[in-house]
């Protein structure tokens, strides 16, 4: 089974005012609807949930009621970072799963990523038929460059290949398994630290490897307002 599971859990510090960006309107919809319909729509896709602030669930399901996706099956409650969104969700089908749970993919998208496409969807999943755990992203067009440490005055202090960096995107796709061990070995850690999912299976299952798909220009994050 291949489960999307889109992470609408944050409060949106960043964004600003007082509804987080994810409900705010685009085009006629909300922002996570637009990621929602992709994923209701796909032919690869059999099961949907949504991860939302426990402050947000009775919105998100009065939208869910008012749009009557078939596929919808679990709205979870998020977490204060962004880590807790994703965990809450692999433990709840975790738990669902058990034993099987190697039968079974989930498929992490942001919310704030509303401009996925059925294309991306449907090549990353097709990667997990090789592979247990897949990333999306895009080459780097832009020289990068690797800074000192002082926030104050920083100097360049390296400059990595261009041809090997790649911009990440989402969905990160995992072998429900894999990315549910990597988690609960990293959180029996005192250093544990997760920047993205792919980043907790690279640090505590590096033995997997992670093969990246090409993604779009297109299914580019809202951050700013300006982003709307």
């Keep these: 089974?291949?489960?999307?599971?889109?992470?609408?859990?944050?409060?949106g510090s960043r964004f600003g005012g007082g509804m987080p960006k994810q409900f705010l309107d685009l085009d006629g919809r909300t922002v996570v609807e637009h990621?929602?319909?992709?994923?209701?729509?796909?032919?690869?896709?059999?099961?949907?949930?949504?991860?939302?602030?426990?402050?947000?669930?009775d919105l998100m399901r009065g939208i869910a009621e008012r749009r009557g996706w078939t596929k919808?099956?679990?709205?979870?409650?998020?977490?204060?970072?962004?880590?807790l969104s994703s965990l809450h969700a692999i433990d709840t089908y975790a738990n669902r799963f058990?034993?099987?749970?190697e039968n079974h993919n989930i498929i992490l998208h942001d919310a704030a990523r509303p401009w996925i496409s059925e294309e991306i969807i449907e090549r990353t999943v097709s990667e997990?038929?090789?592979?247990?755990?897949?990333?999306?992203?895009?080459?780097?067009?832009?020289?990068?460059?690797?800074?000192?440490?002082?926030?104050?005055?920083?100097?360049?202090?390296?400059?990595?290949?261009?041809?090997?960096?790649?911009?990440?995107?989402?969905?990160q796709a995992f072998r429900l398994s894999l990315i549910h061990r990597a988690y609960h070995i990293g959180l029996q850690q005192s250093d544990f630290a997760a920047t993205d999912d792919c980043g907790v299976v690279l640090r505590y299952c590096p033995e997997?490897?992670?093969?990246?798909?090409?993604?779009s220009e297109n299914n580019r994050k809202i951050t700013f307002h300006d982003d709307l």
């Design 35 to 57: 990621s929602i319909d992709v994923f209701e729509q796909s032919a690869v896709i059999d099961e949907v949930a949504v991860v939302v602030h426990p402050d947000y669930c």
């Design 1 to 11: 089974m291949n489960i999307a599971v889109v992470l609408a859990g944050g409060s």
């Design 98 to 101: 058990g034993t099987s749970m």
């Design 128 to 171: 997990l038929l090789d592979h247990e755990a897949v990333a999306v992203g895009i080459p780097c067009i832009d020289t990068i460059w690797q800074s000192s440490a002082d926030a104050v005055a920083p100097c360049i202090k390296s400059v990595p290949p261009r041809s090997l960096m790649w911009r990440a995107q989402t969905p």
């Design 208 to 215: 997997v490897s992670i093969h990246i798909v090409e993604g």
């Design 72 to 83: 919808l099956k679990e709205i979870i409650h998020g977490g204060n970072e962004r880590y």
